[in-house]
């Protein structure tokens, strides 16, 4: 069965530091692969995407995520955090629709709290 | 483009009661989602529409019901409300290009089932 792990819930970070959120996947074919961001009282947005080409893909307000077929992976990074990145992030894997089917997982999401 | 809009945003409903949401896709979008999100459960599928019709559906019992208009506007239904049905619905409506699909959330309507 298809599933996405998020192994951080919750992680704390000072204004400056770098992040990374790890997610991990279960699913023996091809996968498109998000990261959606969900700030207090707001709705999910769209961060970065992949669907193929390039594993490194650059999104929005300076993040990135590495797609790493051979571990299952798509790590989200950011270089130097601010506060404003206090958010919730989603992981986010689904194959290529087949027949018109197709299965969205969301992982359990992991809260960044940004410290001034 | 506008976004995906949701309504109501908020609603609060007793048990047994039914309840009804409405969303509109992002124009030219022809596929709406939606989801029911709690702290617990974290984002779970509900079902999707395309063309007015369901094409794929979560497992969630035949009390949650949906339907999609000419317009792509879609309205999810929820009959015999129960205490555990208070969540966040969200909707997302789909762009595809090449076969690449994205999904594009509404701000959700926040239900209260007392």
């Known amino acids: 069965a298809q599933s996405v792990s998020q192994h951080n819930h919750h992680v704390i970070l000072s204004e400056a530091a770098s992040l990374e959120l790890g997610c991990n996947y279960s699913y023996g074919g091809t996968v498109n692969l998000f990261w959606y961001v969900q700030y207090p009282g707001q709705h999910l947005q769209l961060l970065l995407k992949?669907?193929?080409?390039?594993?490194l893909v650059k999104g929005i307000k300076g993040f990135e995520a590495e797609f790493i077929k051979s571990k299952f992976s798509f790590n989200l990074r950011k270089p130097s955090v601010q506060w404003s990145d206090t958010a919730e992030y989603f992981c986010?894997?689904?194959?290529?629709?087949?027949?018109?089917?197709?299965?969205?997982?969301f992982g359990t999401g992991t809260k960044l709290q940004v410290i001034p | 483009k506008a976004g995906v809009t949701q309504t109501p945003r908020y609603l609060i409903k007793t048990r047994g009661q039914q309840v009804t949401l409405s969303c509109s896709p992002i124009s030219g979008h022809r596929s709406v989602s939606w989801y029911q999100q709690t702290p617990g459960q974290g984002l779970q599928f509900l079902f999707e529409y395309f063309s007015e019709t369901q094409r794929n559906k979560g497992n969630f019992p035949g009390r949650f019901s949906g339907r999609q208009f000419s317009n792509s506007r879609s309205e999810m239904n929820v009959s015999t409300l129960e205490l555990g049905d208070s969540a966040l619905y969200l909707c997302a409506s789909s762009w595809t290009v090449f076969d690449q699909e994205t999904q594009y959330f509404g701000p959700g309507t926040r239900l209260l089932v007392l």
């Open positions: 992949y669907f193929s080409g390039d594993p």
């Open positions: 986010v894997v689904s194959p290529p629709r087949s027949g018109g089917y197709q299965k969205v997982t």
